[in-house]
């Protein structure tokens, strides 16, 4: 016998459709595909209608089985919701950079003492693959409250092979044991760990030589991400990591453009990437060639908002004919 959900008289039904496999662009993004008045009809765990509550009734008088009926009167019934930028899996915390903030510091000058990335990387170190599998899991709880069903997870608080490796375990084991679907980003290149304050290529040569080959063996990630920023990787060093990636399968994201501008989103166009993420300082070139190569942006307002610093332009994004996504930097 089918087990049926039927999900009935919402107010607004939002399909989110589209009509190709492109993200919207442009004016087709305020076109979410709102059925007034729907309903939805999950048999045996598959959405098998979508449409107004009158069809609806008509749909579901055609089935067997027992059938589990939700009112959503007066309500918004929307997909899960998708995060595409989070650091989710990590040990510590940071809070005490706020008064530093407020006190006029800067993101980078935080990083170059030893805090910001470098704090966390210390603390994730320190941690067990068990430990960042129950912190994380709290938080993808969190998450579910909100509506999310999926998050990208990206590595980036090791900065050694090992502890890569670990934050990337962690987070494969939590795809399969948690409700919320992980997909996971290798971010080797988050920062210059201290170890390599004096020989930064070196440890690009260990992101590219050893560590993006173990990732690849173990199955552990699908996309390869860079911060390509002033005082951490240079656009060299970036294309070459992100190159790196693809010759393994991975597929190519990148922080730009966030502090300074750098030319991160001329760099994610060159290379083909699937995203930029942050562009607060992206330049009118940048954001018309990532246009041009059907790069998404990723944009942070909470994160810019945390750093004090003006949002990223993405109106302007938006006009320019950029797929524009929003995430939390979770």
């Known amino acids: 016998m089918s087990s049926i959900m039927y999900i009935k008289r919402a107010s607004q039904l939002i399909t989110v459709r589209g009509g190709s496999k492109e ?31 009158v069809e609806a009734e008509r749909y579901v008088h055609t089935l067997n089985g027992h059938i589990n009926t939700i009112d959503a009167s007066g309500k918004i019934v929307t997909p899960g919701l998708i995060d595409a930028h989070t650091h989710i899996v990590f040990g510590g915390s940071r809070e005490k950079e706020l008064e530093m903030r ?70 494969k084991k939590l795809d399969e044991r948690h409700p919320i679907d992980i997909v996971s980003t290798f971010m080797g290149a988050h920062a ?42 240079t656009i060299q060093q970036s294309e070459q990591i992100l190159e790196a990636g693809k010759r393994y399968g991975l ?14 989103a001329e760099l994610a166009a060159k290379v083909g990437a699937v995203s930029a993420d942050h562009l607060l300082q992206a ?37 320019a004919g950029v797929p524009v996504a929003l995430s939390t930097d979770r």
């Open 23 to 53: 993200p919207k662009r442009a004016q087709d993004m305020s076109d979410i595909g709102i059925i007034e008045h729907g309903s939805v009809v999950v048999e045996n765990g598959m959405i098998t209608f979508v449409g107004s509550d």
């Open 102 to 171: 407020l006190n006029g510091a800067k993101y980078i000058d935080i990083l170059k003492a030893g805090g910001g990335i470098l704090q966390t990387t210390t603390s994730t170190r320190e941690a067990t693959e068990e430990q960042l599998i129950q912190e994380t899991s709290k938080r993808l709880n969190r998450f579910l409250q909100y509506g999310v069903t999926t998050v990208e997870a990206k590595s980036g608080y090791g900065l050694t092979l090992e502890d890569e490796l670990k934050q990337l375990r962690a987070a």
């Open 192 to 233: 210059v760990p201290v170890e390599y304050k004096e020989n930064p290529d070196e440890f690009v040569r260990l992101v590219i030589e050893e560590m993006i080959p173990r990732v690849v063996e173990e199955n552990l990630a699908e996309f390869c991400d860079v911060f390509c920023e002033e005082g951490v990787f």
């Open 251 to 264: 597929k190519p994201k990148i922080h730009a453009d966030e502090i300074v501008q750098f030319g991160g």
């Open 283 to 319: 330049s009118d070139e940048g954001i018309k060639q990532m246009a041009k190569s059907g790069v998404i942006a990723v944009l942070l307002p909470g994160t810019a908002f945390f750093l004090m610093e003006k949002p990223a332009n993405a109106r302007k994004m938006i006009e």
